[in-house]
């Protein structure tokens, strides 16, 4: 045998010492790496996978803000769910957080934006700067203050009130979930806009031009060609429309505080109303793990409609 | 649809079509039509930019205007409003909401910065995993998390602190933050990270030195984006804070709002409007840097 041969398939204590024995055909872990990914890990881990874990277990408690079980509460096993179940009010928000996301945000916005994007194409460019410039100032626009700004626009003698016609009535009290939806698309198209905008640009134009060659009316060669073209960027769109919007609280909180009664309770202010206001944070923690199901479930159909060009993208 | 010229109908021939073929359709009422269309699309687009810029108008027009209401009227121009705004504590909340904002997108920044460098560069055990974790944490809502955080804060006395309240905001922007700085730094040609290797740089000095001031656009966004997030934080501050001299602005203006019986429209405005004034800055300064990075533009190629 040769020296190469012995030394190689020797066993590791018989091998020479000179000779390392580890494999250097792949990049070796640095130290320095894991203390440069430590503080992201703690952050991470402790903020969010803990909390995580800690929310599902409280899901199954009885704890309490204040009171008896806050100190030493009981797992209560599928006390909270049953009860949820059974909670007209716990229906009744599910079924608003769908209009309001599905409404104001996946509809409302992505026509809106779509619109806007469109339209955008075909006008003179100081008109579309400008137009876009305030679309976009109502969505940096801090929450709170576009929740007082229609909260007063929307009262009994409000500019809203005054243009539809009805001067007298708080428009908040009567429509509170049409006024919050508007309030919402009002805030969130500017998004819709710019993403869509991006999307219209990529569709290169020569299908367009052959399209139009070929004597197609320009609403034929929108929905039959630009938007089946424009189809993974309008999907990505909604999908974090959809994660943004489930999950929003200050708005409508600032607004009604879920009413009136519970006409706006949508699921994330159901929650904290049960967790601090009524005290029962282990049911809070339920209807919280309720919602993230449900914007799950909304987010697989998204990506069930994406994977035919994440596939392709392989 | 008049005359589609197609490349048929070119005789024989297969060219493409030419300047002669298109003669029969008036040249004139082709580019009029054009230009009329353009002028109702231009109409279409402004009322809808007015039907959005109408409640702004309202809010600047109430901080203006003394006895304020929620209807419209001639401003005064007049700074009374924003006087009792302040009075009413706008100022030390929007002290209370810099702190916030500062000190979480520093400490999101700095962490994100690091991780993204790692992963971006780096051969890390179970990187594939962690992307992966990191990509389904941007999509967590704040919602699920707001129970657990509470309680784990109280038990750790953690509660009623700005600093630690900072240290939640930045977790909830670390993951899009880290997200977006990898996929920045990938981006990045790897040419002068190996050459300073070469010469005997290390990993810190090839961060600061050359990654750093490379991806300086992708920070920026980042550190923009964390800083509004955290800037207008309700929610976690409404929780884990009940001091109230840690009030930052959002909950100020909402005390302010359910204060005092009839709500204030004036100087609510203007407290609105102070409070807003940092973050609108901030976007005018981002979109200047990023030569119109948001902007709404088109039309140009590139």
């Known amino acids: ?314 | 649809m008049g005359t589609a010229v197609t490349a048929k109908e070119v005789g024989g021939e297969t060219q493409g079509v030419e300047a002669s073929q298109v003669a029969d359709v008036p040249k004139g009422s082709l580019v009029r039509r054009t230009k009329r269309q353009r002028f109702i699309l231009d109409g279409i687009i402004v009322l809808v930019g007015l039907a959005f810029i109408l409640p702004m108008l309202w809010l600047l027009d109430a901080a203006f205007s003394n006895n304020a209401s929620q209807a419209m009227s001639v401003p005064q121009l007049t700074f009374g409003n924003f006087k009792a705004a302040i009075a009413a504590g706008a100022g030390g909340a929007i002290k209370n909401s810099l702190y916030l904002a500062i000190v979480s997108t520093f400490i999101a920044t700095v962490v994100s910065i690091l991780a993204a460098y790692v992963l971006s560069r780096r051969r890390v055990p179970l990187k594939g995993a962690m992307l992966i974790v990191v990509l389904f944490l941007t999509g967590l809502p704040i919602t699920l998390l707001l129970i657990p955080i509470y309680v784990m804060y109280v038990h750790l006395g953690w509660d009623n602190s700005p600093f630690y309240t900072s240290v939640a905001l930045a977790a909830t922007s670390v993951p899009f933050a880290i997200w977006l700085l990898k996929n920045f730094i990938d981006q990045v040609p790897r040419e002068f990270e190996e050459a300073a290797a070469i010469e005997g740089a290390g990993g810190v000095r090839i961060l600061w030195r050359i990654v750093i001031p490379l991806a300086t656009p992708g920070i920026f966004v980042a550190a923009i984006l964390t800083f509004i997030n955290s800037w207008g934080a309700f929610l976690l501050p409404l929780v884990i804070d009940a001091n109230p001299q840690n009030t930052p602005g959002a909950l100020g203006i909402y005390e302010f709002m359910s204060a005092n019986g009839r709500v204030q429209f004036g100087p609510l405005s203007a407290y609105a409007i102070l409070f807003s004034l940092p973050v609108i800055v901030l976007y005018l300064i981002s979109t200047r840097w990023l030569h119109g990075g948001f902007a709404f533009a088109g039309g140009v190629k590139g």
């Open chain 1, 1 to 314: 045998m040769t020296a190469l041969a012995e030394t190689v398939l020797a066993e590791p204590q018989d091998r020479p010492k000179d000779r390392p024995s580890r494999r250097n055909d792949r990049e070796r872990v640095r130290p320095s790496t894991f203390l440069w990914l430590s503080p992201a890990t703690a952050l991470l881990v402790g903020l969010f996978l803990i909390p995580t874990g800690y929310a599902i277990y409280l899901g199954f408690t009885n704890m309490e803000l204040l009171g008896p079980y806050a100190q030493h509460f009981n797992f209560t096993g599928m006390a909270n769910f049953n009860r949820m179940v059974h909670d007209p009010v716990f229906w009744t928000s599910v079924k608003l957080t769908l209009i309001f996301v599905i409404g104001s945000g996946i509809i409302a916005q992505t026509v809106l934006g779509l619109a806007l994007a469109l339209l955008g194409q075909r006008v003179h460019v100081t008109v579309r700067a400008s137009v876009g410039a305030i679309v976009i100032l109502a969505w940096v626009l801090p929450e709170i203050a576009v929740a007082f700004i229609w909260y007063a626009f929307s009262q009994a003698g409000g500019t809203l009130s005054d243009l539809v016609g009805k001067s007298g009535t708080d428009l908040l009290s009567t429509v509170p979930l049409l006024i919050v939806c508007v309030a919402n698309t009002w805030r969130g198209t500017a998004f819709s806009m710019l993403i869509l905008s991006a999307g219209l640009r990529s569709v290169p134009e020569e299908v367009d031009e052959a399209a139009q060659l070929e004597g197609a009316s320009y609403w034929r060669r929108l929905f039959r060609v630009t938007l089946p073209i424009m189809r993974p960027t309008i999907m990505v769109n909604m999908l974090l429309i959809t994660i943004g919007t489930i999950s929003d609280f200050t708005l409508i909180y600032a607004m009604t505080q879920g009413g009136p009664g519970t006409e706006t309770a949508i699921l994330p202010v159901y929650m904290y109303i049960q967790a601090f206001t009524f005290n029962a944070l282990g049911y809070g923690s339920a209807i919280a793990l309720a919602l993230v199901l449900i914007g799950a479930l909304l987010s697989i159909v998204y990506i069930r409609q994406l994977r035919p060009e994440l596939k392709r993208a392989q």
